[in-house]
């Protein structure tokens, strides 16, 4: 499990209180994207169980992004199991990077990793 950071725990309450005008299935931060998904650690995730699953902080990889959308503060994907994730922070090892690599592959066409759904 991570400890948000200052900046962190600050962009995270932000995007907490905006309207991203659906539901969203969790808040991402320390994202970092490859092979056409997210691995980040997860806080608020609505299927978070009594037992941990999905606990504050716990490392997540999502099935694959479908949709990529930029909210000027954040950076919102919906994935092909229906999540829609708001990225807070990326990965300070290339995380930002990783995001504009992926919309590069993106507008050229990819194919989804098998059994794209985790």
Do not use: E
């Amino acid at each position: 499990m991570v400890k948000p950071s200052l900046y962190a725990q600050k962009r995270l309450a932000w995007a907490r209180r905006a309207d991203f005008g659906r539901p969203v299935t969790a808040f991402l931060i320390n994202a970092h994207f490859a092979s056409c998904c997210c691995v980040a650690n997860s806080y608020g995730h609505v299927r978070r169980t009594p037992n941990g699953r999905f606990a504050d902080g716990h490392l997540i990889q999502t099935s694959d992004i479908q949709q990529i959308t930029d909210w000027s503060d954040f950076w919102a994907i919906y994935t092909r199991s229906g999540s829609y994730y708001i990225v807070v922070t990326f990965s300070p090892n290339g995380g930002r990077a990783s995001l504009s690599q992926l919309i590069k592959t993106v507008v050229k066409g990819f194919h989804f990793t098998p059994r794209g759904i985790h």
